[in-house]
């Protein structure tokens, strides 16, 4: 089946510093998706990406989608203590029309 | 806008009772809606895709007759665990649907079976 490799799994980071995760794949998708889940939550949308090469921006978070189609990157800038909770890739498309892959997730933590 | 509610937040049943959680999309409609299910420190796993006015599209390995979907209108879906047993206990989110394949996710529902 389709998966995503998302990276690192998990971050211990100094407030302030900026943060980077991304997501690979071996398939192509039109669709990425940046997710973010407090516990005990449901995941957020931070971030849709729908265009190969597209850069977008949402306050401190940016996020890339590749221009292979196979990869994309969140990054995270001047983190805060309220960044923590674990991040989420997600794709669209593929042989899997309509339905999510979501990739391992990269739990953050940011130390005051 | 995009906000898709849960009800309940969280349950605590007996074994072998069932238990309903509804889905609700307030302030669009969804055609489809879908549900996970999510263990600690996991990622979520697809359960089923729920269609408006058609029968519930199962993930391989759910036991369709153990979870019902019910989706009666564009704006609720209903996710039934029937006969629950205590490994049913676990984390269920629901998602609707919105334009170029973009899911929003409900606040989840903790569901404990004793």
């Known amino acids: 089946g389709q998966q995503l490799n998302q990276s690192p799994q998990s971050m211990f980071i100094q407030e302030g510093e900026d943060v980077s995760m991304n997501c690979t794949s071996s398939?192509?998708?039109?669709?990425w998706l940046w997710y973010k889940q407090d516990p005990g939550e449901g995941p957020v949308l931070l971030i849709a990406?729908?265009?190969?090469?597209e850069l977008t921006s949402n306050g401190r978070l940016t996020a890339q989608f590749g221009i292979t189609r196979k990869d994309s990157f969140l990054n995270i800038s001047a983190s805060i203590p309220s960044d923590v909770g674990i991040y989420f890739c997600?794709?669209?498309?593929?042989?899997?029309?309509?339905?999510?892959?979501f990739g391992q997730g990269t739990i953050l933590t940011v130390h005051p | 806008g995009a906000v898709v509610s849960q009800h309940p937040s969280r349950v605590i049943c007996k074994s072998g009772t069932s238990v309903k959680i509804e889905c609700r999309s307030l302030?669009?409609?969804?055609?489809?809606m879908f549900w996970y299910r999510q263990f600690p420190k996991q990622s979520l796993m697809l359960m089923a895709t729920?269609?408006?006015?058609?029968?519930?599209?199962?993930e391989q390995g759910v036991e369709k007759d153990k979870f019902l979907i019910n989706h009666a209108s564009l704006t609720l879906s209903t996710l039934t665990v029937t006969s629950a047993h205590p490994e049913d206990s676990s984390f269920y989110i629901c998602?609707?649907?919105?334009?170029?394949?973009?899911?929003?996710f409900g606040p989840g529902t903790r569901l404990l079976v004793l």
């Open positions: 998602s609707a649907r919105m334009v170029q394949e973009t899911q929003y």
């Open positions: 398939s192509i998708f039109n669709t």
């Open positions: 990406l729908y265009k190969a090469g």
């Open positions: 997600a794709v669209a498309g593929g042989t899997s029309y309509g339905k999510l892959t």
């Open positions: 302030d669009f409609q969804a055609t489809t």
């Open positions: 729920s269609n408006e006015g058609s029968k519930a599209t199962y």
